[in-house]
């Protein structure tokens, strides 16, 4: 399978990446994770201004034959969602760390996006998760 | 639970990139590489082939062997020719659905009996304590290989490698004894995705040359592989039930909508025959229906169905439809709500979302 881990971005366990922007950190679900659901049909997206929890779910993102949470990478509040994915969720597929984005949410606590790992780390995190299946 | 089995075309689906899960107690491919989306449309456009070699196969022989199917099955048996099949539910005596299958009989008194994977064993016991007479049972499942070729291009693929005149082979007709690339097999017009297509039964030691066969033999016509979750969408796309969602123990096949498989006034008593036509002249509390959403959303099995917070049944199974780019739902309905409104709604998660009864199929092939 073939999948591309970004620069500038951070991982989670739970294949979210999320891009520091000032305070803010835009959140999404890695090339490796869209690769894996499918073809990704609806997606769910959190309300402006909600507080989200890091490792707690805050979006759902579903394929044709799975549902699947996209968690919080970090606690905050969310300042913005995109909604282009409501008619066209496709775009995780297509650009998982560009257009197809999920939510913005304002960082309370700079040390837990630190404490994520990076590219190196994140690739060879799926290595170890590949090898477990 | 023991280890899943593998069927004969295990490595055929790793080679090609399969993504291979448990399916009822089998190791099958779920889907390949290009995707399930595209699956479906190769199936509908094209032509794929499918393993479902883990389906079970029964013989039933013997001079009693008509009488005996007809007690346990509720369609008419009667009505069927040599080279001929049918479907039927097969049922409790309380109209609940022990499995619906396949019947195909080779003469009266020799018939070959198809059915789900997962109820292979509860069936098989089920067939011998209700056998009488001169009857003899035997399950082949696991000395039978199966294939599904499905799609408009799937009678030249398999015309190449055979004598036999498949343009007169009509839906629901089969012959045994086919050779196909010299391999001895049972060749039916029958499938699971609403579209035309053949399944190819054959010994386990034959199956290998014969899917390299018939995978040879469509390269020029766009043959594809295509894994489980296809033939689910394809399946629910054109209706067909599938049991443990739209049968079951608790579900008669009347409240699925399978009236014209029920012969409830056969001449000889049958299994529920009772239970049914007492549902039959009561009603029911459930029924069976098509929706379609009116918002995005996917509605999915077990999802309750509302009329003004009010519930009136659950989703038996939904999806995507990427053949007609909606997303639609098999759902079991309160049928005295349904002829007073045709707008309901679907809880998916915490949110209700619009949907509206429609009629089924959700898709039928042009003829």
């Known amino acids: 399978m073939e999948y591309k881990v970004v620069d500038g971005v951070k991982y989670t366990q739970q294949h979210e990446w999320a891009r520091p922007e000032g305070n803010i950190a835009v959140v999404g679900l890695s090339d490796y994770a869209q690769n894996k659901l499918g073809e990704i049909v609806f997606v769910e997206l959190p309300d402006i201004g909600a507080a989200v929890e890091a490792g707690k779910s805050a979006a759902v993102i579903e394929s044709v034959k799975a549902v699947a949470d996209l968690y919080a990478p970090v606690d905050g509040t969310v300042t913005e969602v995109n909604e282009t994915l409501l008619d066209q969720p496709e775009l995780i597929n297509q650009d998982p ?8 949410v304002e960082i309370k606590d700079e040390s837990q996006l630190a404490s994520l790992m990076d590219k190196p780390a994140y690739e060879e995190f799926i290595i170890k998760e590949e090898k477990e299946e | 639970m023991s280890e899943p089995k593998k069927t004969p075309f295990y490595e055929k689906h790793a080679a090609l990139g399969g993504k291979i899960v448990d399916y009822s107690g089998w190791f099958l491919p779920v889907q390949f590489p290009q995707g399930l989306v595209e699956e479906v449309h190769d199936t509908r456009k094209r032509a794929t082939i499918f393993d479902v070699s883990h389906m079970g196969e029964v013989a039933v022989e013997g001079k009693d062997a008509e009488a005996y199917l007809q007690k346990i099955l509720v369609n008419d048996i009667s009505r069927l020719k040599d080279n001929a099949i049918m479907y039927s539910p097969v049922c409790y005596p309380d109209g609940g659905v022990v499995d619906d299958i396949l019947i195909y009989r080779l ?5 070959f009996l198809v059915v789900n994977a997962a109820n292979t064993d509860k069936d098989f016991d089920w067939f011998q304590e209700n056998s009488f007479g001169d009857v003899r049972l035997q399950n082949l499942s696991s000395e039978y290989a199966q294939i599904a070729l499905q799609g408009p291009n799937s009678e030249a693929i398999l015309q190449d490698l055979t004598e036999i005149k498949l343009a007169d082979m009509k839906f629901y007709h089969f012959l045994s004894d086919v050779s196909v690339a010299g391999i001895n097999s049972i060749v039916s017009r029958t499938g699971y995705t609403g579209e035309d297509g053949f399944e190819v039964y054959c010994k386990n030691d034959g199956a290998s040359a014969l899917w390299e066969a018939v995978w040879e033999a469509g390269q020029k016509m766009n043959l594809r592989p295509a894994g489980l979750g296809a033939r689910d969408v394809l399946r629910l796309e054109a209706s067909l039930p599938l049991y443990g969602h739209e049968l079951s123990k608790e579900l008669t096949p009347l409240q699925a909508g399978l009236n ?6 056969k001449a000889v008593a049958f299994n529920g025959q009772e239970a049914l036509k007492k549902q039959k002249q009561e ?6 229906f098509g929706l379609e959403m ?7 099995e077990n999802y309750p169905v509302k009329v003004d917070e009010q519930e009136i049944g659950w989703i038996s199974s939904g999806t995507y439809s990427p053949t007609l780019d909606k997303f639609i739902a098999m759902a079991f309905l309160d049928p ?8 309901v709604s679907v809880l998916i998660r915490k949110r209700s979302y619009r949907a509206r009864i429609i009629k089924l199929p959700f898709y039928r092939r042009e003829q």
């Open chain 2, 283 to 288: 009603g029911f509390s459930r029924k069976l």
């Open chain 2, 107 to 111: 003469s009266s008194e020799n018939f």
């Open chain 1, 97 to 104: 760390y560009g257009e197809g984005w999920v939510f913005k």
């Open chain 2, 294 to 300: 009116l918002e995005r959303g996917v509605p999915r």
């Open chain 2, 260 to 265: 014209r498989f029920v012969a409830l006034d």
């Open chain 2, 336 to 343: 005295e709500t349904v002829k007073q409104t045709q707008e």
